[in-house]
């Protein structure tokens, strides 16, 4: 496994400090120690990232708490839809998204675009009746696909919030990848549809996602008259958001973001 070593060198810093390093793993392997997460076969290997870090003491010694991908996938099948999902929380923007319902494969691509995940949707639903089935199947797979991914929830952040612009518009997104499911919405849409999506189908999206994946999630709208504009930003706050909470802070070397010890899904 090639390696290369940073040190930080500042004059005003403490001995003791200059001495540490840091070392960015630039392999990895792609047996993961949890069956349940697998690759996409035709997908490319994901990239690295460059947050997927390793801190070493000064005799060199491997904190190997942090994998180098962490990928969910997950099939739900009823008998009125059928939907994969495959989601790579350390990937690098990719969205390969078909639903059935356009308006919403549009939102997944700013998912993965904005929080820099890997997103693989593909779901057939019973569209001709309605787009509310397919809509919350699709949610509560990804939800499930981030409970995978995040495993443990060791090392990472867990806290995430994050302001969203669009025009007129404007979407706070808090998050905490708790163990706990709660939604907080206060969105304002004020047209029923936009296209053809019906616009109450945004809040059963983010109960779904937020039921299977176990966590806290508050969406608040600051301003916004366009319908587009208000869903879009949320989904692009969201994304933001859920990238803060999911990336690794360093100074935890791998330990569980809580005082309790542990962040269970119950």
């Known amino acids: 496994m090639k390696a290369q070593s940073f040190s930080f060198l500042s004059p005003s810093l403490p001995k003791t400090l200059a001495i540490s390093r840091v070392r960015v793993y630039q392999s990895f392997s792609r047996n993961l120690p949890n069956p349940s997460l697998h690759f996409l076969p035709s997908s490319p290997s994901p990239r690295l990232p460059c947050l997927a870090m390793a801190a070493v003491s000064s005799s060199g010694a491997f904190n190997g708490s942090e994998p180098c991908c962490r990928i969910g996938e997950v099939r739900r099948v009823t008998k009125?839809?059928?939907?994969?999902?495959?989601?790579?929380?350390?990937?690098?923007?990719?969205?390969?998204?078909?639903?059935?319902?356009?308006?919403?494969?549009?939102?997944?691509?700013?998912?993965?675009?904005?929080?820099?995940?890997?997103?693989?949707?593909?779901?057939?639903?019973?569209?001709?009746?309605?787009d509310h089935h397919t809509n919350e199947d699709v949610a509560l797979a990804i939800g499930t696909a981030l409970l995978q991914a995040l495993g443990d929830r060791k090392g990472i952040h867990r806290f995430g919030h994050f302001s969203a612009p669009l025009d007129e518009a404007a979407i706070d997104v808090i998050l905490d990848l708790s163990g706990r499911p709660h939604l907080n919405y206060d969105l304002h849409i004020p047209t029923e549809r936009v296209g053809t999506y019906d616009t109450q189908l945004v809040e059963h999206f983010f109960q779904s996602l937020v039921n299977t994946s176990g966590m806290t999630l508050h969406i608040l709208?600051?301003?916004?008259?366009?319908?587009?504009?208000?869903?879009?930003?949320?989904?692009?706050?969201?994304?933001?958001?859920?990238?803060?909470?999911?990336e690794y802070d360093l100074r935890r070397q791998g330990t569980v973001p809580s005082s309790k010890g542990v962040l269970s899904r119950s």
């Not at 390969?96 to 779901?123: R, Y």
């Not at 301003?223 to 909470?245: M, P, V, Y």
């Open 80 to 130: 009125e839809t059928n939907v994969f999902v495959n989601v790579n929380l350390d990937g690098s923007g990719v969205s390969e998204c078909s639903t059935g319902i356009p308006f919403l494969d549009h939102m997944l691509d700013q998912l993965a675009s904005h929080g820099l995940f890997d997103l693989h949707v593909k779901a057939t639903g019973d569209i001709h009746i309605d």
């Open 221 to 246: 709208q600051r301003a916004g008259k366009n319908s587009h504009h208000i869903i879009e930003a949320t989904f692009k706050a969201f994304a933001r958001a859920l990238r803060q909470a999911t």
